[in-house]
């Protein structure tokens, strides 16, 4: 079984989808649908606000009126689409978000400590936190009767309050949990790149260790994506890797070994 995560910036669908129509793996996918809600946000008066952690991280600051779009967005417009698409392609999917039957679960941080110009600052009434659990029953339930679950975020905070994850963090903890064989996160980059400008610096393989060394030189939300695959590696999914979503076959070309995998 594998874990599909489908980047928010990913423009164009059908190649990703009718790969995963093809393929004979168990597949979970997971999406986000960052253009989607910037663009929703944005035409409702209220555009995006990202802000970046003490350590680096960039994450997009969601109060409560950002997470009635989000979850338009995303467990609306983008999740049904996913769902819409798969099944005229022969696939019974199931489109849910993590806060559906506690499919997720999580801790709710309403305040968060950010960076800005140099100086630290918290922001209070955050709808954002961190995935404690996955319920893999619910999945496997899905998975065994031969359905396709296609999950967002948001997750259910302890309180069942929505909370915004990180989808790429999302993912792995998915991976993890069901023991996958594969996590495979679909970007609009060939890979992991040494340069973000060069996409001749494709990192073609590496190890934990390597990955790990070069967390505190890579920013933005490739640290979060390579963090996400080392992490998932690291607690036993045999190989991850981080592809490219543009091209003609994303799937069956990662799987021969395109992008940068960790195995």
């Known amino acids: ?12 669908l059908d190649p990703l989808l009718e790969d995963i129509a093809a393929t004979t793996e168990r597949v979970v996918v997971v999406h986000g649908a960052s253009r989607d809600l910037d663009d929703l946000s944005t035409r409702l008066g209220t555009p ?4 970046e952690s003490a350590r680096g991280d960039v994450s997009r600051f969601t109060d409560a009126t950002t997470m009635d779009h989000f979850l338009m967005a995303y467990a609306g417009k983008a999740n049904k689409r996913i769902v819409e698409r798969l099944r005229q392609l022969g696939v019974d999917a199931f489109g849910l978000c993590g806060l559906d039957g506690g499919a997720v679960r999580g801790t709710r941080r309403a305040d968060l400590r950010v960076s800005e110009r140099g100086r630290t600052r918290v922001l209070h009434g955050n709808h954002v936190g961190s995935i404690d659990a996955v319920h893999t029953g ?25 909370i915004n994850v990180d989808g790429d963090r999302l993912a792995a903890e998915v991976a993890v949990a069901l023991g996958a064989t594969r996590l495979m996160i679909f970007a609009n980059t060939p890979g992991l790149l040494r340069d973000p ?60 070994g395109a992008g940068t995998w960790l195995r």
Request: charged content about 20%.
């Open 1 to 12: 079984m594998i874990v599909v995560k489908i980047g928010g910036s990913v423009r164009h």
């Open 48 to 51: 995006p606000r990202m802000v």
């Open 138 to 162: 619910l999945f496997h339930t899905l998975l065994a009767c031969g359905i396709t679950p296609v999950l967002c975020p948001p997750i259910a905070a302890e309180d069942g309050t929505a």
């Open 197 to 256: 400008d060069d996409e001749a610096t494709l990192i073609g393989r590496m190890t934990v260790d390597e990955a790990e060394g070069l967390l505190p030189g890579i920013g933005g939300r490739a640290r979060v994506k390579l963090r996400a695959v080392a992490e998932a590696r690291l607690r036993g999914v045999a190989q991850t890797c981080v592809a490219d979503g543009r091209v003609a076959r994303p799937l069956f070309s990662a799987m021969a």
